[in-house]
Protein backbone atom coordinates (compact mmCIF):
# COMPACT_ATOMS: atom_id res chain seq x y z
CA UNK A 1 0.00 0.00 0.00
CA UNK A 2 1.30 3.52 -0.63
CA UNK A 3 1.25 5.43 2.63
CA UNK A 4 1.81 9.34 2.81
CA UNK A 5 4.74 8.85 4.84
CA UNK A 6 6.37 6.96 2.14
CA UNK A 7 7.02 10.29 0.24
CA UNK A 8 6.96 14.17 1.44
CA UNK A 9 3.94 14.94 2.31
CA UNK A 10 3.51 18.72 0.17
CA UNK A 11 1.96 16.24 -2.52
CA UNK A 12 -1.29 17.61 -1.12
CA UNK A 13 -1.04 20.86 -2.79
CA UNK A 14 -1.39 19.62 -6.01
CA UNK A 15 -5.06 18.62 -5.57
CA UNK A 16 -6.07 21.16 -7.73
CA UNK A 17 -8.31 20.08 -11.04
CA UNK A 18 -5.69 19.42 -13.41
CA UNK A 19 -2.95 20.74 -11.64
CA UNK A 20 0.41 19.50 -13.45
CA UNK A 21 2.48 17.11 -11.94
CA UNK A 22 5.83 18.71 -10.96
CA UNK A 23 7.47 16.60 -13.79
CA UNK A 24 9.64 18.08 -15.99
CA UNK A 25 6.99 17.08 -19.42
CA UNK A 26 4.19 18.96 -20.20
CA UNK A 27 1.11 17.53 -19.03
CA UNK A 28 -0.65 15.62 -21.43
CA UNK A 29 -2.74 12.64 -20.51
CA UNK A 30 -5.55 13.54 -19.01
CA UNK A 31 -6.72 11.42 -15.48
CA UNK A 32 -9.12 11.57 -13.32
CA UNK A 33 -9.05 10.12 -9.56
CA UNK A 34 -12.46 9.57 -8.42
CA UNK A 35 -13.47 8.61 -4.90
CA UNK A 36 -14.57 9.67 -1.61
CA UNK A 37 -11.18 8.91 -0.03
CA UNK A 38 -9.16 12.48 0.47
CA UNK A 39 -6.48 10.40 1.33
CA UNK A 40 -6.53 8.57 -1.67
CA UNK A 41 -6.35 11.56 -3.75
CA UNK A 42 -3.25 12.49 -2.23
CA UNK A 43 -1.59 9.26 -2.44
CA UNK A 44 -2.08 8.62 -5.93
CA UNK A 45 -1.24 12.24 -6.97
CA UNK A 46 2.09 11.86 -5.35
CA UNK A 47 2.88 8.61 -7.01
CA UNK A 48 2.17 10.14 -10.16
CA UNK A 49 4.59 13.08 -9.30
CA UNK A 50 7.39 12.19 -11.74
CA UNK A 51 5.36 10.16 -13.99
CA UNK A 52 5.73 10.63 -17.84
CA UNK A 53 4.33 8.06 -20.91
CA UNK A 54 5.81 8.80 -24.28
CA UNK A 55 7.26 11.83 -23.37
CA UNK A 56 4.00 13.34 -21.74
CA UNK A 57 3.33 14.27 -17.63
CA UNK A 58 -0.22 13.98 -16.80
CA UNK A 59 -3.00 16.25 -15.41
CA UNK A 60 -5.11 14.74 -12.76
CA UNK A 61 -8.04 15.93 -11.63
CA UNK A 62 -10.18 14.93 -8.29
CA UNK A 63 -13.05 14.42 -7.74
CA UNK A 64 -14.85 12.74 -4.46
CA UNK A 65 -18.37 11.12 -5.71
CA UNK A 66 -20.02 10.05 -8.68
CA UNK A 67 -22.75 12.35 -8.90
CA UNK A 68 -19.78 15.39 -9.28
CA UNK A 69 -17.89 12.91 -11.86
CA UNK A 70 -21.03 12.96 -14.38
CA UNK A 71 -21.77 16.61 -14.20
CA UNK A 72 -18.28 17.50 -15.26
CA UNK A 73 -17.23 14.89 -17.88
CA UNK A 74 -19.14 15.79 -20.92
CA UNK A 75 -16.90 18.69 -20.57
CA UNK A 76 -13.42 16.43 -20.63
CA UNK A 77 -14.20 14.09 -23.55
CA UNK A 78 -10.20 13.60 -24.09
CA UNK A 79 -9.83 11.97 -20.40
CA UNK A 80 -7.38 8.95 -20.26
CA UNK A 81 -7.68 7.43 -17.29
CA UNK A 82 -10.34 6.97 -14.54
CA UNK A 83 -8.90 5.67 -11.29
CA UNK A 84 -12.71 4.90 -9.87
CA UNK A 85 -13.69 4.20 -6.68
CA UNK A 86 -16.42 1.38 -6.47
CA UNK A 87 -17.97 2.41 -3.48
CA UNK A 88 -19.13 5.87 -3.21
CA UNK A 89 -22.23 7.31 -2.16
CA UNK A 90 -24.04 4.24 -2.87
CA UNK A 91 -22.59 0.74 -3.00
CA UNK A 92 -22.19 0.56 -6.59
CA UNK A 93 -21.98 4.22 -7.53
CA UNK A 94 -19.00 3.26 -9.12
CA UNK A 95 -20.34 0.61 -11.22
CA UNK A 96 -23.52 2.91 -12.23
CA UNK A 97 -20.98 5.80 -13.30
CA UNK A 98 -19.24 2.97 -15.85
CA UNK A 99 -22.56 2.40 -17.51
CA UNK A 100 -22.82 6.10 -18.10
CA UNK A 101 -19.54 6.65 -19.12
CA UNK A 102 -20.22 3.78 -21.68
CA UNK A 103 -24.08 4.69 -22.55
CA UNK A 104 -25.16 7.54 -22.18
CA UNK A 105 -21.99 9.84 -22.58
CA UNK A 106 -21.01 6.75 -25.06
CA UNK A 107 -17.11 7.15 -24.38
CA UNK A 108 -15.46 3.93 -25.53
CA UNK A 109 -11.78 4.98 -25.08
CA UNK A 110 -11.11 6.30 -21.71
CA UNK A 111 -9.79 3.44 -19.56
CA UNK A 112 -11.29 2.92 -16.36
CA UNK A 113 -9.25 1.22 -13.54
CA UNK A 114 -11.92 0.10 -10.43
CA UNK A 115 -10.50 0.30 -6.89
CA UNK A 116 -11.77 -1.09 -4.19
CA UNK A 117 -11.50 -0.48 -0.11
CA UNK A 118 -13.87 -3.21 0.18
CA UNK A 119 -12.57 -6.51 -0.27
CA UNK A 120 -15.16 -8.47 -1.19
CA UNK A 121 -17.50 -6.52 -3.35
CA UNK A 122 -15.47 -7.55 -6.48
CA UNK A 123 -17.87 -6.75 -9.82
CA UNK A 124 -18.86 -9.86 -11.93
CA UNK A 125 -16.38 -10.84 -14.67
CA UNK A 126 -19.58 -10.31 -16.97
CA UNK A 127 -19.53 -6.54 -15.68
CA UNK A 128 -16.25 -5.82 -16.50
CA UNK A 129 -16.33 -7.35 -20.03
CA UNK A 130 -19.17 -5.38 -20.73
CA UNK A 131 -18.32 -2.81 -19.55
CA UNK A 132 -15.08 -2.05 -21.06
CA UNK A 133 -13.02 -1.98 -17.61
CA UNK A 134 -9.37 -1.99 -18.13
CA UNK A 135 -8.41 -3.17 -14.65
CA UNK A 136 -9.96 -4.21 -11.35
CA UNK A 137 -7.77 -3.72 -8.41
CA UNK A 138 -8.01 -3.89 -4.08
CA UNK A 139 -7.06 -0.72 -2.54
CA UNK A 140 -4.96 -2.96 -0.62
CA UNK A 141 -2.79 -4.34 -3.54
CA UNK A 142 -2.15 -1.34 -4.92
CA UNK A 143 1.59 -0.79 -4.15
CA UNK A 144 3.01 2.68 -6.11
CA UNK A 145 4.71 0.13 -9.07
CA UNK A 146 1.35 -1.51 -9.01
CA UNK A 147 -0.42 1.87 -9.41
CA UNK A 148 2.18 3.09 -11.90
CA UNK A 149 2.26 -0.42 -13.84
CA UNK A 150 -1.58 0.14 -14.27
CA UNK A 151 -1.92 3.19 -15.28
CA UNK A 152 0.79 2.68 -17.73
CA UNK A 153 -0.88 0.04 -19.66
CA UNK A 154 -4.11 1.59 -19.91
CA UNK A 155 -2.20 5.02 -21.20
CA UNK A 156 -0.58 2.27 -23.50
CA UNK A 157 -4.23 1.21 -24.85
CA UNK A 158 -5.91 4.41 -24.63
CA UNK A 159 -3.11 5.80 -26.74
CA UNK A 160 -3.54 2.63 -29.46
CA UNK A 161 -6.92 3.15 -29.20
CA UNK A 162 -6.64 7.39 -30.08
CA UNK A 163 -4.26 6.16 -32.79
CA UNK A 164 -6.85 3.88 -35.02
CA UNK A 165 -9.64 6.23 -33.89
CA UNK A 166 -7.42 8.94 -35.62
CA UNK A 167 -6.89 6.50 -38.32
CA UNK A 168 -10.85 5.46 -38.64
CA UNK A 169 -11.35 9.38 -38.82
CA UNK A 170 -9.27 9.86 -41.42
CA UNK A 171 -10.17 6.84 -43.79
CA UNK A 172 -13.88 7.93 -42.81
CA UNK A 173 -13.11 11.47 -44.31
CA UNK A 174 -11.68 10.05 -47.10
CA UNK A 175 -14.50 7.48 -47.81
CA UNK A 176 -17.15 10.73 -47.26
CA UNK A 177 -15.22 12.49 -49.42
CA UNK A 178 -14.77 9.71 -52.00
CA UNK A 179 -18.52 9.36 -52.08
CA UNK A 180 -19.39 12.69 -52.60
CA UNK A 181 -17.25 13.19 -55.38
CA UNK A 182 -19.40 9.67 -57.02
CA UNK A 183 -22.29 11.47 -55.88
CA UNK A 184 -21.69 14.23 -57.89
CA UNK A 185 -20.44 12.64 -60.96
CA UNK A 186 -23.07 10.15 -60.71
CA UNK A 187 -25.61 13.19 -60.79
CA UNK A 188 -23.67 14.75 -63.66
CA UNK A 189 -23.54 11.46 -65.64
CA UNK A 190 -27.40 11.16 -65.09
CA UNK A 191 -27.74 15.02 -66.38
CA UNK A 192 -25.71 14.10 -69.38
CA UNK A 193 -27.75 11.48 -70.24
CA UNK A 194 -31.03 13.15 -70.04
CA UNK A 195 -29.53 15.76 -72.15
CA UNK A 196 -28.06 13.55 -74.42
CA UNK A 197 -31.45 11.49 -74.77
CA UNK A 198 -33.07 14.78 -75.48
CA UNK A 199 -30.27 15.47 -77.98
CA UNK A 200 -30.82 12.19 -79.83
CA UNK A 201 -35.12 12.83 -79.28
CA UNK A 202 -35.03 15.85 -80.81
CA UNK A 203 -32.20 15.20 -84.11
CA UNK A 204 -33.90 11.94 -85.01
CA UNK A 205 -37.56 14.04 -85.04
CA UNK A 206 -35.53 17.08 -87.23
CA UNK A 207 -34.42 14.18 -89.84
CA UNK A 208 -37.22 12.19 -90.23
CA UNK A 209 -39.65 14.64 -91.42
CA UNK A 210 -37.07 15.88 -94.68
CA UNK A 211 -35.88 12.04 -94.63
CA UNK A 212 -39.58 11.17 -95.18
CA UNK A 213 -40.12 14.39 -97.97
CA UNK A 214 -37.26 12.93 -99.09
CA UNK A 215 -38.48 9.32 -100.20
CA UNK A 216 -41.87 10.08 -101.22
CA UNK A 217 -40.52 12.56 -103.70
CA UNK A 218 -38.05 10.24 -104.98
CA UNK A 219 -40.54 7.68 -105.22
CA UNK A 220 -43.14 9.93 -107.39
CA UNK A 221 -39.76 10.56 -109.57
CA UNK A 222 -38.72 6.73 -109.77
CA UNK A 223 -42.36 5.07 -110.21
CA UNK A 224 -44.88 7.94 -111.80
CA UNK A 225 -41.86 10.06 -113.43
CA UNK A 226 -44.30 9.27 -116.71
CA UNK A 227 -47.42 10.65 -115.09
CA UNK A 228 -45.49 13.97 -114.24
CA UNK A 229 -45.07 17.51 -116.25
CA UNK A 230 -41.22 18.70 -116.26
CA UNK A 231 -42.04 21.49 -114.19
CA UNK A 232 -42.81 19.22 -111.45
CA UNK A 233 -39.95 16.77 -111.54
CA UNK A 234 -38.03 20.32 -111.23
CA UNK A 235 -39.82 21.43 -108.16
CA UNK A 236 -39.70 17.86 -106.43
CA UNK A 237 -35.68 18.21 -107.17
CA UNK A 238 -35.46 21.53 -105.73
CA UNK A 239 -37.46 20.07 -102.71
CA UNK A 240 -34.99 17.19 -102.10
CA UNK A 241 -32.26 19.49 -102.57
CA UNK A 242 -33.69 21.90 -99.54
CA UNK A 243 -34.63 18.41 -97.32
CA UNK A 244 -30.96 17.52 -98.01
CA UNK A 245 -29.55 20.73 -97.20
CA UNK A 246 -31.82 21.05 -94.03
CA UNK A 247 -30.29 17.30 -92.70
CA UNK A 248 -26.65 18.28 -93.56
CA UNK A 249 -27.59 21.82 -91.77
CA UNK A 250 -28.76 20.14 -88.49
CA UNK A 251 -26.23 17.52 -88.49
CA UNK A 252 -23.25 20.12 -89.14
CA UNK A 253 -24.66 21.70 -86.36
CA UNK A 254 -24.63 18.69 -84.04
CA UNK A 255 -21.13 18.26 -85.08
CA UNK A 256 -20.01 21.50 -83.82
CA UNK A 257 -22.37 21.09 -80.58
CA UNK A 258 -20.22 17.68 -79.96
CA UNK A 259 -16.97 19.00 -81.15
CA UNK A 260 -17.48 21.78 -79.05
CA UNK A 261 -18.20 19.69 -75.59
CA UNK A 262 -15.88 17.03 -76.49
CA UNK A 263 -12.78 18.72 -77.27
CA UNK A 264 -13.02 22.94 -76.24
CA UNK A 265 -12.57 24.88 -79.26
CA UNK A 266 -9.52 25.02 -80.85
CA UNK A 267 -9.05 28.50 -81.79
CA UNK A 268 -6.43 30.70 -83.25
CA UNK A 269 -6.71 34.03 -81.52
CA UNK A 270 -4.76 36.96 -83.53
CA UNK A 271 -5.16 40.86 -83.83
CA UNK A 272 -8.26 41.27 -86.65
CA UNK A 273 -9.99 44.16 -87.71
CA UNK A 274 -13.73 43.22 -86.92
CA UNK A 275 -15.17 46.02 -89.99
CA UNK A 276 -14.33 44.09 -93.15
CA UNK A 277 -15.57 41.05 -91.30
CA UNK A 278 -19.09 41.86 -90.60
CA UNK A 279 -19.73 43.77 -93.98
CA UNK A 280 -18.63 41.38 -95.64
CA UNK A 281 -21.68 39.09 -93.39
CA UNK A 282 -23.59 41.89 -94.23
CA UNK A 283 -23.30 41.92 -97.79
CA UNK A 284 -24.40 38.39 -97.82
CA UNK A 285 -26.90 38.71 -96.14
CA UNK A 286 -28.65 41.73 -98.12
CA UNK A 287 -28.62 39.13 -101.27
CA UNK A 288 -30.37 36.73 -99.19
CA UNK A 289 -32.95 39.01 -97.48
CA UNK A 290 -34.20 40.33 -100.95
CA UNK A 291 -36.81 37.77 -101.32
CA UNK A 292 -38.02 39.46 -98.09
CA UNK A 293 -37.42 43.09 -98.65
CA UNK A 294 -35.38 43.12 -95.71
CA UNK A 295 -32.52 45.20 -95.57
CA UNK A 296 -29.10 44.79 -93.92
CA UNK A 297 -27.24 48.60 -92.78
CA UNK A 298 -24.20 48.91 -91.58
CA UNK A 299 -22.63 51.39 -89.45
CA UNK A 300 -19.45 51.10 -88.51
CA UNK A 301 -15.91 53.06 -87.51
CA UNK A 302 -13.27 52.75 -90.73
CA UNK A 303 -11.36 50.03 -88.39
CA UNK A 304 -12.23 48.26 -85.02
CA UNK A 305 -9.12 45.48 -84.10
CA UNK A 306 -10.46 42.68 -81.70
CA UNK A 307 -8.67 39.64 -80.64
CA UNK A 308 -10.31 36.96 -82.27
CA UNK A 309 -10.57 33.82 -84.25
CA UNK A 310 -11.56 34.59 -87.87
CA UNK A 311 -13.63 31.60 -89.10
CA UNK A 312 -15.10 31.39 -85.55
CA UNK A 313 -16.09 35.54 -85.68
CA UNK A 314 -17.50 35.01 -88.45
CA UNK A 315 -19.41 31.92 -87.52
CA UNK A 316 -20.72 33.91 -84.66
CA UNK A 317 -21.81 36.82 -87.12
CA UNK A 318 -23.12 35.10 -89.27
CA UNK A 319 -25.26 33.08 -86.75
CA UNK A 320 -26.89 36.31 -85.21
CA UNK A 321 -27.43 38.35 -88.61
CA UNK A 322 -29.39 34.85 -90.00
CA UNK A 323 -31.18 34.90 -87.20
CA UNK A 324 -32.25 38.74 -87.56
CA UNK A 325 -33.17 37.76 -91.28
CA UNK A 326 -35.06 34.44 -89.82
CA UNK A 327 -37.55 36.10 -87.67
CA UNK A 328 -38.13 39.56 -89.03
CA UNK A 329 -41.12 40.20 -90.58
CA UNK A 330 -40.83 41.21 -94.68
CA UNK A 331 -40.01 45.24 -95.10
CA UNK A 332 -38.02 45.69 -91.72
CA UNK A 333 -34.32 46.62 -91.00
CA UNK A 334 -32.26 45.72 -89.38
CA UNK A 335 -28.73 47.52 -88.14
CA UNK A 336 -25.21 46.10 -87.43
CA UNK A 337 -23.60 48.27 -85.29
CA UNK A 338 -19.74 48.48 -84.40
CA UNK A 339 -18.71 50.80 -81.43
CA UNK A 340 -15.36 50.63 -79.54
CA UNK A 341 -14.03 52.05 -75.95
CA UNK A 342 -10.79 51.50 -74.84
CA UNK A 343 -10.71 47.87 -73.89
CA UNK A 344 -13.64 46.38 -76.17
CA UNK A 345 -15.59 46.36 -79.44
CA UNK A 346 -19.07 45.72 -79.68
CA UNK A 347 -20.86 44.40 -82.18
CA UNK A 348 -24.75 44.89 -82.00
CA UNK A 349 -27.24 43.39 -84.15
CA UNK A 350 -30.80 45.08 -84.33
CA UNK A 351 -33.38 44.28 -85.65
CA UNK A 352 -37.42 45.24 -85.90
CA UNK A 353 -38.96 41.64 -85.86
CA UNK A 354 -41.38 40.02 -82.76
CA UNK A 355 -38.75 40.81 -79.51
CA UNK A 356 -38.15 38.08 -77.10
CA UNK A 357 -40.11 37.47 -73.74
CA UNK A 358 -38.28 37.18 -70.38
CA UNK A 359 -39.02 33.92 -70.38
CA UNK A 360 -37.85 33.07 -74.05
CA UNK A 361 -34.50 35.60 -72.86
CA UNK A 362 -33.90 32.66 -70.05
CA UNK A 363 -33.72 29.63 -72.64
CA UNK A 364 -32.05 31.95 -75.61
CA UNK A 365 -28.73 30.24 -75.47
CA UNK A 366 -29.45 26.69 -74.59
CA UNK A 367 -29.29 23.75 -76.93
CA UNK A 368 -32.52 23.16 -79.14
CA UNK A 369 -33.97 26.82 -78.06
CA UNK A 370 -36.71 27.15 -80.26
CA UNK A 371 -38.73 29.93 -78.74
CA UNK A 372 -41.43 31.92 -79.77
CA UNK A 373 -40.35 33.45 -82.56
CA UNK A 374 -40.51 31.24 -86.18
CA UNK A 375 -39.32 31.60 -89.26
CA UNK A 376 -41.12 34.56 -91.56
CA UNK A 377 -39.54 32.94 -95.12
CA UNK A 378 -40.02 29.18 -94.27
CA UNK A 379 -36.27 29.12 -92.96
CA UNK A 380 -35.40 25.92 -91.17
CA UNK A 381 -34.90 26.41 -87.29
CA UNK A 382 -32.77 23.88 -85.69
CA UNK A 383 -32.30 26.00 -81.99
CA UNK A 384 -28.47 25.23 -81.57
CA UNK A 385 -27.12 28.30 -83.22
CA UNK A 386 -27.15 30.71 -80.22
CA UNK A 387 -25.79 27.86 -78.23
CA UNK A 388 -22.66 27.59 -80.33
CA UNK A 389 -22.33 31.11 -80.31
CA UNK A 390 -22.31 31.48 -76.46
CA UNK A 391 -19.35 28.77 -76.80
CA UNK A 392 -17.61 30.63 -79.13
CA UNK A 393 -17.59 33.91 -78.07
CA UNK A 394 -16.38 32.84 -74.18
CA UNK A 395 -13.84 30.88 -75.77
CA UNK A 396 -12.57 34.35 -77.56
CA UNK A 397 -12.80 35.94 -74.24
CA UNK A 398 -15.92 37.82 -75.22
CA UNK A 399 -19.46 38.23 -74.10
CA UNK A 400 -22.73 37.71 -76.20
CA UNK A 401 -26.46 39.08 -74.84
CA UNK A 402 -29.53 39.99 -76.09
CA UNK A 403 -31.55 43.03 -74.92
CA UNK A 404 -35.30 43.05 -76.41
CA UNK A 405 -38.95 43.30 -75.16
CA UNK A 406 -41.39 41.64 -76.50
CA UNK A 407 -42.87 43.69 -79.60
CA UNK A 408 -39.88 45.86 -79.78
CA UNK A 409 -37.47 43.98 -82.02
CA UNK A 410 -34.36 42.24 -80.40
CA UNK A 411 -30.65 43.73 -80.17
CA UNK A 412 -28.10 40.89 -79.94
CA UNK A 413 -24.82 42.20 -79.11
CA UNK A 414 -21.40 40.65 -78.73
CA UNK A 415 -18.31 41.97 -77.18
CA UNK A 416 -14.89 40.93 -77.94
CA UNK A 417 -11.45 42.38 -76.04
CA UNK A 418 -9.91 45.30 -78.24
CA UNK A 419 -6.93 45.31 -80.24
CA UNK A 420 -4.27 48.15 -80.36
N1 LIG B 1 -33.48 38.06 -83.56
C1 LIG B 1 -34.38 37.26 -82.98
N2 LIG B 1 -35.63 37.69 -82.71
C2 LIG B 1 -36.53 36.89 -82.11
N3 LIG B 1 -36.30 35.63 -81.73
C3 LIG B 1 -35.07 35.16 -81.95
C4 LIG B 1 -34.06 35.93 -82.58
N4 LIG B 1 -32.95 35.16 -82.64
C5 LIG B 1 -33.28 33.97 -82.13
N5 LIG B 1 -34.55 33.96 -81.69
C6 LIG B 1 -35.26 32.83 -81.03
O1 LIG B 1 -34.29 32.05 -80.38
C7 LIG B 1 -34.34 30.70 -80.82
C8 LIG B 1 -32.95 30.13 -80.81
O2 LIG B 1 -32.13 30.70 -81.80
P1 LIG B 1 -30.93 29.86 -82.40
O3 LIG B 1 -30.19 30.72 -83.34
O4 LIG B 1 -30.19 29.24 -81.28
O5 LIG B 1 -31.64 28.68 -83.16
P2 LIG B 1 -32.44 28.69 -84.52
O6 LIG B 1 -32.29 29.97 -85.22
O7 LIG B 1 -33.84 28.23 -84.18
O8 LIG B 1 -31.76 27.52 -85.32
P3 LIG B 1 -30.28 27.47 -85.92
O9 LIG B 1 -29.65 26.40 -85.14
O10 LIG B 1 -30.48 27.13 -87.33
O11 LIG B 1 -29.64 28.80 -85.69
C9 LIG B 1 -34.99 30.76 -82.19
O12 LIG B 1 -35.66 29.55 -82.48
C10 LIG B 1 -35.94 31.94 -82.04
O13 LIG B 1 -37.19 31.52 -81.54
MG1 LIG C 1 -30.21 30.69 -85.48
Given at each position: MIRLSDRQSDSLELLDDFAPSTSPHLPGWKILIVDDDVEIHSVTRYALTDYAFQGQGVAVTS????????EILPAIPD???????????????????VEYIRNTLDNQFVRIILRTGQPGEAPEFEVIRKYDINDYKSKTELTNTKLLTAITSSLRSFSDIMEIEHYRQHLQHLVEERTRQLHKQNEELVALNAEKNEFLGIAAHDLKNPLSGIKSLSEMLLYSADDLTDAYRQEFLHQILASSERMFELITNLLDVNAIEQQGIALSIVRLDSVPIVRMICDMYNTRAEAKQIRVLTEAPPEALVHADELAMQQVIDNIVSNAVKYSPHGKNITVRITQNSTTVRIAVQDEGPGLSEEDKTKLFGKFARLSARPTGGEHSTGLGLSIVKKMVEAMNGKVWCESELGKGACFIVELPRAE
Open positions: LYSARETRVAVILLDVVMETADAGLRL
